[in-house]
C-alpha cells in the first residue's frame, strides 16, 4: 500500500471543503456525497447520489475513467462505514478513509485488513483515528493515536 503521510490538520479541512462541492446536497439536504481528495490538489472528483453506495460507485468510476495513481490522496464520505464501502475504497487504491459517521466493526476489521487508515466520526470538533495511525501526522508527533476499535465500533 501506499507511504504517502498525511497532517492531522489537513484531514478536517478537507471534509468542510466538500459540502460546499454537494451542489445537488445543497438544494435537496437529501443526498450523500464521495469524494477524491489529495492535499497538495485538494478535492478533484466529487459524485452524490441518494444512496451512498451509489456515490462510491460513481466516484470509483470517475477515478478510474481518469486514470492515474490514486495512493496519495484520501476518499472522502458523507456516510456512515460499511464493510462494502471499505471494500469498494480497498478497490479503488486510496491508502485513507475518511467519513463523517461512525463504522460498523465489520468494517474496521477489513479495513486494517486492507491496510487502510480509517478516519471517521470527522465532524467539526475532531475525529477518530480507527486504523492505521502511522500515515497521519500530529504537529511534530510521528504518530497519531488510534482508537480502541473494540469498545467504540458500532456493530
Request: proline share 3%; net charge neutral; no cysteine.
Amino acid at each position: 500500500m501506499s507511504d504517502t503521510i498525511f497532517h492531522a490538520r489537513d484531514l478536517l479541512d478537507a471534509m468542510r471543503a466538500l459540502a460546499p462541492l454537494q451542489h445537488l446536497n445543497q438544494i435537496t439536504r437529501s443526498v450523500h456525497g464521495a469524494a477524491f481528495w489529495r492535499a497538495s490538489t485538494g478535492i478533484g472528483a466529487v459524485r452524490e447520489d441518494v444512496g451512498r453506495h451509489n456515490a462510491l460507485d460513481k466516484l470509483a468510476g470517475a477515478l478510474m475513467r481518469d486514470g492515474g495513481s490514486l495512493a496519495d490522496g484520501a476518499i472522502l464520505l458523507t456516510s456512515r462505514v460499511s464493510v462494502e464501502m471499505v471494500q469498494k475504497a480497498a478497490m479503488i487504491g486510496a491508502p485513507m478513509l475518511i467519513a463523517v459517521s461512525a463504522p460498523t466493526t465489520l468494517a474496521i476489521r477489513t479495513v486494517d485488513a486492507a491496510g487502510i487508515t480509517l478516519v471517521a466520526v470527522a465532524r467539526d470538533d475532531g475525529y477518530e483515528v480507527f486504523t492505521h495511525p502511522d500515515r497521519i501526522v500530529f504537529s511534530g508527533k510521528a504518530r497519531a493515536p488510534v482508537m480502541q476499535t473494540d469498545t467504540l465500533a458500532i456493530a
